[in-house]
């Protein structure tokens, strides 16, 4: 039962940090003037390909 517990509350932060994560990544990619200037909203896949431009 303890084991249990302990594998849900480590599923629980783990999926904290992940959907945290996202939400950050999201957040810098819509201050990108790319996205403040259009009216097209970011996804994650578009935020990568700028980014991978923007750093070669």
């Known amino acids: 039962m303890k084991t249990r ?23 810098q990619c819509g201050t990108l003037a790319v996205f403040m200037e259009t009216p097209r909203t970011p996804n994650f896949w578009k935020c990568l390909e700028i980014w991978q431009n923007t750093s070669n």
């Open 5 to 27: 517990f302990k594998i849900v509350i480590l599923a629980i932060i783990i999926a904290t940090i992940i959907i945290g994560s996202y939400q950050y990544l999201m957040f």
